[in-house]
């Protein structure tokens, strides 16, 4: 069923089949007429929603299409303090979807004739069209051979480059900071998957941006920034985000400072926003008292602030060994009830985040030099697999850095190697990515 949906949306027009984005929603039932805005944290979810079916699949279709999301990103969002901007207007000079759409005519005065014609037929270009005397670009006839998929490249970039050229949408240029920790886990996780150094580069901007401009003199993080100016106390979501992402862009870098970075904001937050029964208010004990004091459980359109930072405590209490920190987790699901099964759509990252409450324990130890690339390789033979509420650490079999997880795990005859965990009770350790993979299943069947 995610497949198909993943599928459908890819290949309708929701889908920028130029520009690699996806805007806000469809109008219709099949995914083909959308309303043209694109936002930033649609993007970066879906990012990481194809990058986990590419991940359990193995079919590079979905690839492609998560790094697509990210270069839109890049190309279209990012701004120069390093964040990225909210998103893009649906209408340009008053005209919805008039960057978007081609004719024909349009189509010809770009490409010679014979690749207006492939452009035609793939993406359903018709001298009626699909949406107000134009056509809305969506993959009607996939290419049926090899130099045809080539084609379409170039053909693609030259349409991309003359749409360049036409009035563009506006650009809401603040940048939010939850919606900016979406992005960075979504770039940091490309990163690591696809081994995209400009990837890499950009997340890394977007963490001193959040840790730098979006960040409170006393530790904290602000809202919203724009115009040099950052304002307004952050809430519940923004620090379960940010966390969040600088947990991801640890897993990617291997650099500890990142990890650091996540934990103290997710117990800055758990201290901020804690509410008596151990899940979170919206706003923080020191915000402006209100009648009602807001708690927000359900996982839409975003993942709420509550299911995002029990998720992220999870796994920084499998790291740390700090069992209080899942606690919390339980008791967010505690607060949802039988809700979770009456309304199961309402509260699909929380739903994620039952799964691995109910799971045995995981945890991973990943032991070698940063720059031996022996260490990499196993990193890497780890993140192939889905696996995403596996607990994972980073040491040089020295230093513990503090984090139990780490402490007693040694180098193996001099070679890096991994140790897989259940409870802290970890199995052999594995020395190549054949061993990595073979621990993994062996731990997913106990």
């Known amino acids: 069923m995610a ?8 290949d309708g027009g929701i889908h920028d089949q130029l520009g690699g984005g996806f805007h806000r929603y469809a109008v219709d039932a099949i995914w083909l007429v959308p309303h043209f805005e694109q936002m930033l944290y649609d993007n970066a979810l879906l990012a990481r929603a194809y990058l986990a079916a590419w991940q359990v699949t193995g079919d590079e ?10 270069d839109y990103l890049l190309r279209e969002l990012a701004l120069e303090h390093g964040g990225f901007a909210s998103a893009q207007d649906a209408d340009t000079d008053g005209v919805e979807g008039l960057t978007f759409t081609w004719t024909p005519e349009q189509l010809r005065a770009v490409l010679s004739e014979e690749d207006a014609a492939l452009a035609e037929r793939t993406w359903g270009v018709t001298p009626d069209g699909n949406f107000e005397g134009a056509t809305v670009l969506s993959l009607v006839a996939p290419p049926e051979s090899d130099d ?19 009035p563009q949408p506006a650009l809401d240029d603040k940048a939010l900071a939850s919606w900016n920790g979406m992005a960075l886990a979504a770039l940091a996780e490309g990163a690591r998957l696809c081994r ?8 890394e901007r977007c963490a001193a941006f959040l840790l730098g401009p979006l960040s409170h003199p006393d530790g904290g993080l602000w809202r919203t920034h724009r115009a040099g100016r950052s304002q307004v106390p952050a809430f519940l979501d923004d620090y379960a985000q940010v966390a969040t992402g600088l947990y991801e862009l640890y897993l990617t870098t291997r650099e500890h400072r990142y990890l650091a970075e996540s934990h103290r904001l997710a117990l800055l937050a ?12 919206d706003t923080a004990h020191d915000a402006e008292e209100l009648v009602a004091r807001p708690r927000e459980l359900d996982d839409n359109p975003t993942p709420s602030g509550n299911s995002t930072l029990a998720g992220l405590l999870l796994r920084l209490g499998r790291t740390y060994g700090e069992p209080e920190l899942e606690r919390h ?5 505690a607060q949802v009830g039988n809700l979770l099964a009456r309304a199961p759509q309402g509260f699909g990252h929380l739903l994620g985040v039952c799964d691995a409450l109910l799971a045995a324990p995981r945890e991973a130890a990943v032991i070698g030099p940063a720059d031996d690339p022996a260490t990499g390789e196993l990193a890497a033979a780890l993140f192939a697999a889905y696996e995403p509420d596996l607990a994972i650490a980073f040491g040089d079999g020295e230093d513990d850095l503090g984090i139990p997880l780490l402490a007693g795990r040694a180098l193996v005859s001099g070679r890096p190697a991994v140790y897989v965990c259940s409870g802290f009770v970890c199995a052999a350790p594995a020395t190549d990515a054949h061993m990595v993979r073979t621990a993994l299943l062996n731990a997913n069947q106990t």
């Not at 279709?61 to 990210?70: K, M, Y």
């Open 61 to 70: 279709q979905w690839r492609e299409v998560a790094e697509g999301i990210l």
């Open 148 to 166: 045809e998929r080539a084609r379409l490249v170039l053909i693609r970039a030259h349409l991309l480059e003359a749409r360049s050229e036409r």
């Open 329 to 333: 987790a339980q008791a967010v699901v």
């Open 3 to 10: 497949l198909r949906t993943l599928k459908r949306m890819a």
């Open 270 to 281: 758990r201290e901020r926003f804690g509410a008596p029964d151990g899940s979170f208010f």
């Open 196 to 203: 995209r150094p400009d990837l890499l580069t950009a997340a």
